[in-house]
């Protein structure tokens, strides 16, 4: 087979040399519960509390606001779900968009099961939500909570989080964002934001997977979602993924100190790309907002084929891609994000997105893009769809 050329980043990344190197010791040397009254146990609370004033510094906040979770999907069930079902939020409303992670939606989704109105917020043609749309859907009742993400895994569209923010605290609601995309990508002071919790997960920047943080604003009261010990002062229990949260400390060290740099180089790849697909291969579109967007993310539409069918050639020279979201993919169903921003069933299901790296080179981007339209004039000229 091919040499591998891996661009589904925002699916995943691998493990920084250097931040697996930081975790090691972590699983045989020392190895305690950092719960245990003993020195082998003790040793590793220094190591929690290095990685929590990481994460903090690295987002602008305090020590204390810091919790670690197992990644994005708890980071966003705890945060709606600890708002929600407080006693003086029963009655309120959540509000939300159309183009969350599943993570958010499908928590909205049960919410709605029991008994809450939740509120869908749509988007504009480039995924924007914007704070006009939110201040008219805070008009009607009383909201408790809103949740929009940061930046969008599918098509990479940043949001306006301070506007949304603001928005939201002007009729009374928390606000939450979901930036597990945006670490790494775009730089987050919480305390400039003003928002009120955010979740993030290493494993989208070059960390280790089933670990994640959320920021939690000094004075907002959270239910907890996991019950049991004492760790995290008493509002997460369970103990402690030490080599995980090692390793999400050191990531989002190197993250932050590296980010100018690499959303430059990123920057220049997918500016580079997307020129290249649209010029090379006719009846294509770029999904997402043309600047505003991710550094690393590529989402266009290639009209008359299947977004899957590419996948596969792709994947059988040695291409990773994804086609809209990897967590729907198995599936049948559009994307529901591009079906938010108004693309036909048709052209959604022709539709790839390569996230790129900071390990990806001109060169493979080149080559992508080169074996991508040999892939194209093969599948159109066996599509009944299209007619040259
Ligand atoms: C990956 C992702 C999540 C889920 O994070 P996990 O750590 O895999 O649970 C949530 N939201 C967004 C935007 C993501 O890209």
Known sequence: MAKTIYMDHAATTPVAEAVAQKMLPYF???????????????????????????????????????FFTSGGSEGDNWAIKGV??????????????NIEHHAVLHTGAWLE???????????????????????????????????????NNEI????????LAEVAHRHGALFHTDAVQAIGAVAIDVKALNVDMLSLSAHKFYGPKGVGAMYVRKGVYLENLIEGGAQERGKRAGTENIPGIVGLGAAIELATE???????????????????????????????HPTDRLPANVNVSIEYIEGESMLILLDQNGICASSGSACTSGSLDPSHVLLAIGLPHEVAHGSLRFSLGIHNTKEEVDQVVELLVKIVERLRAMSPLYHA
Do not use: C, W
Not at 84 to 97: A, C, E, P, S, Y
Not at 120 to 149: C, H
């Open 28 to 66: 045989t040397q020392s190895f305690g519960n950092p719960s245990s009254i003993h020195h082998v146990g003790r040793a590793n609370r220094a190591a929690l509390d290095n990685a929590r004033a990481q994460v903090a510094k690295a987002l602008g906040a305090a020590n204390d606001e810091i």
């Open 84 to 97: 929600m079902l407080r006693d003086v939020n029963r009655g309120k409303k959540f509000i939300t968009t």
């Open 113 to 151: 099961k029991h008994g809450y109105e939740v509120i869908y917020l749509p988007v504009n043609e480039y995924g924007v939500v914007t704070p006009d749309v939110l201040e008219a859907a805070m008009g009607e009742g009383d909201t408790a909570l809103v949740s929009i993400m940061f930046a």
């Open 156 to 163: 990479g569209t940043i949001e306006p989080i301070k506007e």
């Open 258 to 288: 590296n980010l100018e740099k690499n959303a430059a180089y990123l920057t220049s790849l997918r500016d580079d790309m997307i020129a290249q697909l649209l010029e090379k291969i006719p009846h294509t579109r770029l999904n997402g």
